[in-house]
């Protein structure tokens, strides 16, 4: 298993087992791991849901001050009661909790986004995992949304794309029923292998 380093002006971190970053202007580029998994996103939240709103309905919900289909993820920006920061774990779990600090919280919120960077045009795959309910939305449109109770279990929902060359923003919205919270993503070629021309980009986070 690989391991890489990531430097952050003049600091030495271990990232993650599941690709290699590097630091080019005010950003980590991440290149995915042996199976096109990611070790960090930017997350932003928690938002509590209104009271009275039911469970199932959770996704449905848009913190004020928040236009999902124009978020566009940077470290420190903030968007309606929250900014967004950095996550990363070197197993490639992502653990919400933690990186909000939203321990033993109930019915709320959250966001995890990235730029999707293409290198060249084709059909690509992003496979996640979330505990509980998980949407994704890609450019600004949702791709699938599954909100139920459920535990983490890997590829657990997919995506397939067309992507054309450049940037695409990525969002993760992500519901939290209660206890764990923590989800995973991958993305990968049209044979399911990793692709060295998808890269993960974590703006502001240089």
């Known amino acids: 298993m690989r391991i890489h380093r990531l430097v952050r002006i003049a ?11 590097y630091a080019e202007a ?23 849901l209104p009271k009275g709103m039911s469970a ?23 968007v309606g009661s929250a900014a967004w920061k950095l996550a990363y774990d070197p197993s490639g779990v992502i653990d919400v909790n933690k ?6 919280a109930k019915d709320q919120i959250a966001y995890a986004g990235a730029i999707l960077r293409v290198k060249r045009a084709g059909t690509y795959t992003c496979l996640f995992g979330a505990d509980d309910g998980s949407a994704v939305l890609l450019d600004g449109k949702v791709l ?11 590829d657990d929902d997919a995506a397939r794309m067309e992507l054309a060359a450049g940037d695409h ?9 209660d206890e764990a919270w923590v989800f995973k993503a991958r993305c990968v070629d049209d044979s399911l292998s990793p692709s060295p021309d998808l890269s993960l980009v974590l703006p502001g986070t240089t």
């Open 11 to 21: 600091a030495l971190v271990v990232l993650s087992a599941e690709g290699s970053a």
């Open 26 to 48: 005010s950003e980590l580029r991440l290149l995915s791991g042996e199976r096109g998994g990611f070790g960090a996103f930017l997350v932003m939240g928690p938002y509590p």
């Open 56 to 78: 199932s309905s959770g996704l449905a919900y848009v913190p004020p001050g928040v236009d999902e289909s124009k978020l566009s993820p940077r470290v420190g920006v903030q």
């Open 99 to 104: 990186a909000l600090g939203a321990w033993n």
């Open 144 to 154: 699938f949304s599954r909100d139920e109770a459920r535990p983490l279990r890997s």
């Open 169 to 177: 923003p990525l969002l993760l919205k992500l519901h939290q029923r």
